[in-house]
């Protein structure tokens, strides 16, 4: 261990500057009473080749996307992650800086976050993105808080075939907020307007996302209507590489865009560090959760950017904040700005149709294998469900003995769906990969 | 310089793709994207250079003294960067097979175990994405703990020191709960008398940051204890300033029912430029029934994950939480072992220093030893030669540090918090302490070069007003009112320097 850079000589040299015999004075601040008196029962400290080879072992005892075929999905997806990324953040620069409170220190990191926010907007058709959120669950309570405060109504309706971790990071959240939470079923793995005016009448927001948690297009432009028409906040929660082919939220009349961005820029890392994105119409700006970052000038008038707006945050309006959130993800949407800036409209838009394609070309393979699709008549994205003849979990056993891992079993959180697997098939997968899968989930 | 999007030519692209020769997938016309979002057009040589003006014109850890007091910005070790990208871990699905998954829940058991004896409490959920996110769990926890013993329309209120971060505040309102704001002694301490009258049948809890803001350990916390305790309320302990006190004191062994770590500070996670973080929290037994699902638990030799717990408050995060993040703390736990406590140790030492240096010329609301940081104040500046802690903070930039915490905590006028970590050498605070001297004489012989400071960073003092009162938060392309320089200016020296 050598991350201190102290030597004997300059401790001496400190404690006679500072006028004590010993460390231990230093520490007589501390009652006697609430003193540990002993040393951490910790394993002894690991040189870093130990360490190394610690971990590697500890490592290798995953099996990672690299050492099977994996359509696994159901919100963190296998797909490609540039070179450039892992360029960009390993600049020490954006890896070791703070929050950048001091904006003439944190000129590039203040930028970068100002060029993602305009990538989000122009994603999401949104005028406002914050600098992000914890992950994609976090930006959905986010959005409910925001919600509440701007129309007084304390109910929010969340679509069924939202994802069932956005909705129970939801559900947790909501007492504190003073809100009720109302589910709306699927219906044949899309949701009814109709049904989601119905139980809009008196909510704040109404969350569905698109496409859903089952791969399923959603009718988003009207139920973005159904939610408007009951006074509630629309608010879409979307997948951001499904951005250059699907339209956008603020194109549909929603008022609030959010979602999981790991599917640009980050890697799967077993659920995280990942970031949450979230925007809003220009009307919200002032109730936003999270840092901004805004152009200004400086002294000569020449351009630079700063955090602003923070009178809506915690350090400023404390009790009366619009959030309490305080570090981001700011260098994981970083990694998202540096993916999208790599793909570019026309590479986000090809991405999106490989994996339409793709997902097509497996829907009819699987089908061509006497497959049945669990909602046969829905257009999907990259994602879709399918029965295996039997219970999923042991159809994904068989597979995974065979190399590749099939998929999310469904009846995990759907009642009915116990042979259903949930497929995902990215830009990295491919047509001998989906032969594979049809051979094994067929046999 | 310009934006990337400024840099952007019609027809350029970085990224190749596949593109399989299949049958193209069907969109309804209605759901179908009209017109293509602006993202940049660039090639990849641009977006590399891009990028890395940009990288050049951030301050990190790296490139220098970092002294932002609460923030902790100690050194990020490297072998940790290597660590978490192997590919067990950086490529593992959230929702592989636990059998296919034990390298990761091991790691997390692990940590879990190691936060434990850390803070002397017994049971731990590591998915909580930031310290306010743990702020925020730990409060939900005290509702759930309540409502359960069917309290929770009684105690409805949570006691916070005027010291605490904002993030408390907010936190308590986030979880529906009534602030009671209570006063600081003249010692720095909580005032006990205050603190008397506000503690009752209707109190669900405490915050405190023990050290608090001001650097100081509470030396009545065993009072605040008793008091709290008698009252039937819980103690909750905002890790931030836990960087104090590794392996010297547990915060379980001084009362508190409940504690969040911040990874990202006292266990070295880098932060980013604004994140991730991490926040676990550590519980009392009576409170592990209500923690987030899932835990992480060991069955023999194996480990897996449990979702049996019918009284959680469910979940606060997706998955197990930041995963990444686990993986470099306990990388850099594993590298101290049981001499966690000498980094706390110099962590305090260092700022005992740097305050030892700087109390004669500026002042020291306090007369007292320090924990991790001190508390200076400016005021004697602003009076004798109208400077304030805000031309300190942007002249110390000139000096290629980057400024402490200023203007917190708010009981300290003209503020100045300094956190120097453990892991600077003497010569950095030395020199730290040098600047900060010979700026404390430029105030009084030449103020103009304060009030004009930054001078040698890449833009000077920015209109923070005028940001926040046109807020411009997006580029608008064609629409975008180029400001003076769009034009890009070559790079001087220092700014490829990173300085």
Redesign the interface.
């Known amino acids: 261990m050598s991350f201190l850079s102290l030597t004997e000589r300059d401790r001496e040299q400190m404690l006679e500057t500072i006028g004590v015999g010993s460390i231990d004075e230093l520490f007589e601040q501390i009652p006697e009473g609430v003193r540990l008196g002993r040393a951490l029962d910790l394993e002894p400290a690991l040189s870093e080749p130990e360490l190394v080879a610690h971990l590697t072992e500890l490592a290798s005892r995953n099996v990672d996307t690299g050492r099977e075929v994996s359509f696994l999905g159901a919100g963190i997806y296998d797909h490609y992650v540039p070179a450039v990324v892992d360029a960009v953040l390993a600049r020490g620069e954006f890896l070791t800086a703070y929050t950048p409170y001091q904006p003439e220190m944190s000129q590039g990191v203040l930028q970068a976050i100002f060029e993602y926010q305009t990538a989000i907007c122009e994603l999401t058709s949104m005028d406002v993105s914050n600098a992000s959120g914890y992950d994609g669950t976090t930006v959905a309570a986010d959005a409910c808080y925001l919600a509440r405060q701007a129309t007084g109504r304390s109910t929010v309706v969340l679509a069924e075939a939202l994802n069932p971790q956005v909705r129970q990071v939801v559900k947790t959240y909501a007492p504190g907020f003073g809100l009720d939470v109302v589910e709306v079923p699927h219906r044949d793995g899309t949701t009814d307007p109709d049904e989601l005016r119905a139980a809009a009448g008196d909510a704040a927001c109404v969350i569905f996302q698109q496409p859903n948690f089952f791969g399923c297009l959603e009718p988003a432009p009207d139920l973005a209507a159904a939610a408007n028409d009951a006074g509630a906040l629309p608010v879409a929660h979307v997948d951001p590489v499904s951005l250059g082919v699907l339209e956008a939220p603020g194109a549909y009349g929603c008022s609030i865009a959010i979602g999981e961005g790991q599917s640009a820029g980050n890697f799967q890392s077993y659920g995280g560090p990942h970031y949450g994105f979230f925007a809003a119409r220009s009307e919200f700006i002032r109730r936003m959760p999270g840092r901004i970052s805004g152009e200004t000038v400086d002294s000569d008038g020449k351009r630079g950017f700063v955090l602003t707006l923070q009178t809506r945050e915690q350090h400023i309006r404390r009790e009366k904040a619009t959030s309490n959130i305080t570090t981001n993800q700011t260098l994981l949407a970083l990694a998202g700005l540096v993916h999208l800036s790599w793909l570019g409209p026309q590479g986000l838009r090809e991405l999106g149709e490989t994996c339409l394609a793709l997902s097509r070309y497996a829907k009819d393979r699987l089908a061509d294998a006497g497959l049945e699709l669990v909602f046969p008549d829905k257009a999907t994205f990259k994602e879709f469900a399918v029965r295996v003849g039997r219970p999923a979990k042991s159809a994904i056993g068989d597979a995974r003995a065979a190399g590749i891992n099939p998929g999310y079993a469904l009846g995990r959180d759907y009642a009915g769906l116990d042979d259903a697997l949930l497929v995902a098939v990215t830009e990295k997968r491919t047509t001998a990969e989906i032969d594979r899968l049809i051979e094994v989930l067929a046999a | ?1 310009k ?3 400024e840099e952007s030519q019609p027809g ?4 190749s ?4 020769d ?7 016309d ?13 090639s ?1 040589p641009e ?2 250079r ?14 220098g003294f ?1 002294p ?1 007091g609460s ?1 902790t ?5 490297r ?1 940790n ?3 978490v990208n ?12 636990e059998d ?5 829940l ?2 997390m058991w692990r940590l879990q175990e ?1 936060l434990a ?2 803070v ?1 409490l017994p049971a731990v959920s590591l998915q909580p ?5 743990g ?2 769990t730990g ?2 926890l005290m ?1 759930a703990y309540f409502a359960d013993r069917g309290e929770g329309d009684l105690r409805r209120q949570i006691v916070i020191p005027d010291t605490a ?3 408390n ?8 709960y009534q ?1 009671v704001d209570v006063k600081t002694d003249p010692r720095g301490n909580v005032d006990l008398e205050d603190l008397r009258g506000k503690v009752g049948p209707q109190t669900a809890g405490l915050m405190l940051t023990n050290p608090s803001t001001l650097g ?2 509470d ?1 009545g ?2 009072e605040i204890t008793r008091i709290f305790h008698e009252a039937g309320a819980l103690m909750y302990y905002d890790g931030a300033n836990l960087n104090a ?6 915060p379980g ?2 009362g508190f029912d409940i504690v969040h770590f ?1 990874l ?1 500070k006292t266990f070295s996670q ?9 926040g676990p929290i550590a519980v009392r037994e009576r409170l592990e029934p209500y923690l ?1 699902v899932p835990a992480v638990v060991r069955d023999g030799d194996t480990f897996r994950l449990d979702y049996g717990r019918p009284k959680t ?13 686990f ?1 470099r703390s ?2 850099y ?11 706390s ?2 962590a ?3 700022a ?2 740097l ?3 700087l109390k004669d010329t500026y002042e020291a609301p306090f007369d ?2 320090c ?1 991790h940081e001190f508390v200076l104040s400016g005021r004697g500046l602003k009076r004798e030669h109208g400077v304030t802690t805000l031309d300190v ?2 002249r110390l ?1 000139d000096y290629r540090f ?2 402490p ?1 200023i203007y ?1 905590p708010l009981i300290v006028p003209e503020a100045l918090m300094i956190e120097p970590t ?5 010569e ?1 605070l030395d020199a730290f302490a040098d600047a900060m001297l010979e700026i404390a004489r430029e105030a009084g012989e030449r103020p103009e070069l304060l009030k ?1 400071a ?1 001078h040698v ?8 007003v ?3 009162k046109q ?5 608008r392309f064609d629409g975008h009112q180029d ?4 034009a890009r200016e070559p790079r001087p020296l220092e700014a490829q320097k ?1 300085v």
Do not use: W
């Open positions: 310089m934006l990337v999007y350029r692209r970085a990224s793709l596949p593109q399989p299949l049958p193209a997938g069907e969109v309804p209605a759901l179908r994207r009209s017109s293509p979002p602006r993202l940049p057009e660039i990849e977006l590399v891009h990028f890395t003006a940009l990288a050049d014109r951030t301050f990190g850890i790296d490139t970092y932002l923030c910005m100690k050194h990020n070790p072998v960067e290597r660590v192997l590919p067990g871990f950086r490529d593992l699905h959230p929702l592989q097979e296919a998954s034990q390298g990761a091991e790691l190691i004896e850390v002397g994405a930031a310290g306010s996110q702020e925020l409060l939900l509702r971060h904002g993030t505040p907010a936190s308590v309102t986030m979880a529906g602030l100081l350990f030396e916390i065993e006190i590794c392996g010297i004191s547990r062994d001084f911040n990202h880098p932060h980013g430029g604004g994140g991730p973080g991490g987030p408050i469910g979940k606060v995060r997706g998955f197990c939480g930041p995963f990444g993040v993986v306990y990388a736990i594993r590298s101290y072992g049981p001499a966690l406590r000498e980094m140790e110099v305090v030492l260092n005992n220093y305050l030892a240096r007292r030893l924990m903070a942007k930039m980057h400024p915490t917190f453990e892991t600077e050498a003497k950095t004009e930054p960073r890449p833009v000077k003092r920015l209109d923070e005028r940001a926040a807020p411009i938060v997006r580029y400001p003076q320089d769009v990173g």
